[in-house]
């Protein structure tokens, strides 16, 4: 059974520091997404990875996407305020028609 | 272009009663998925619809149950509601059954 696995669980950060957070999947997988979730909101779509090597950018936030590895990863460059939400990542295979979600990173950003 | 709505937005039900919830895809779109996700954790996949057909379920009592309709929303019916169904419930729409799906904004269900 595809799993997904996001760590960490909680990332607390200060303004202007960078960090990444990784995303482990455990089969072969035909898309990985992120998303973006603020509390008591619906998902939003950051980006779609479909190939080995992938990387995509959107403002301070990069997402790169390694098949071979199973591993994607979301990049924070110097981090704001703004951007303290839950991130999830989540992936599908032909198969299953199905999203399967990571446990999510919940992160927050402080002055 | 209309996105994927849901109806009601918040729910509050009473342990053994029964609730419908709603979901209206996207324009072009004949594929419903519904996600159940509990407080603290991630989406959990409870089923999908393709041109008014159950095509994959995940781990989800017979209890939980749906339909599709020839216009491609679809409802959610919950029998016999359980505490632990107190969740938001997503329903997202494709293209068709492979495509990205795209999520609407939730229909917040508390049971008590």
């Known amino acids: 059974e595809l799993k997904v696995e996001q760590n960490p669980l909680f990332l607390s950060m200060q303004e202007g520091k960078n960090y990444t957070i990784y995303c482990n999947y455990s089969?072969?997988?035909?898309?990985l997404y992120w998303y973006r979730q603020d509390p008591g909101k619906s998902l939003e779509s950051l980006f779609v990875?479909?190939?080995?090597?992938a990387v995509k950018q959107e403002g301070r936030l990069m997402a790169s996407l390694d098949t071979k590895a199973r591993l994607s990863t979301l990049h924070i460059t110097a981090a704001v305020h703004d951007l303290s939400a839950t991130y999830f990542c989540?992936?599908?295979?032909?198969?299953?028609?199905?999203?399967?979600f990571g446990t999510g990173t919940r992160l927050q950003v402080f002055p | 272009e209309t996105g994927v709505t849901q109806s009601p937005t918040h729910l509050i039900k009473t342990r053994g009663q029964q609730v419908t919830l709603r979901c209206s895809s996207q324009?072009?779109?004949?594929?419903v998925s519904w996600y159940q996700q509990a407080l603290g954790q991630g989406p959990q996949f409870i089923f999908q619809?393709?041109?008014?057909?159950?095509?994959g379920r995940g781990n989800f009592p017979p209890r939980f149950s749906g339909l599709q309709f020839p216009n491609y929303s679809s409802e959610l019916n919950v029998n016999a509601l359980e505490l632990d169904d107190s969740a938001l419930y997503l329903c997202?729409?494709?293209?068709?059954?492979?495509?990205?799906?795209?999520f609407g904004p939730g229909t917040r269900l508390t049971v008590t």
């Open positions: 990875l479909l190939s080995n090597g």
């Open positions: 619809y393709y041109r008014e057909e159950e095509n």
């Open positions: 997202a729409s494709s293209l068709n059954r492979i495509d990205e799906q795209y």
């Open positions: 089969t072969t997988s035909d898309r």
């Open positions: 324009s072009g779109h004949n594929t």
């Open positions: 989540a992936v599908d295979t032909s198969d299953t028609d199905k999203l399967i």
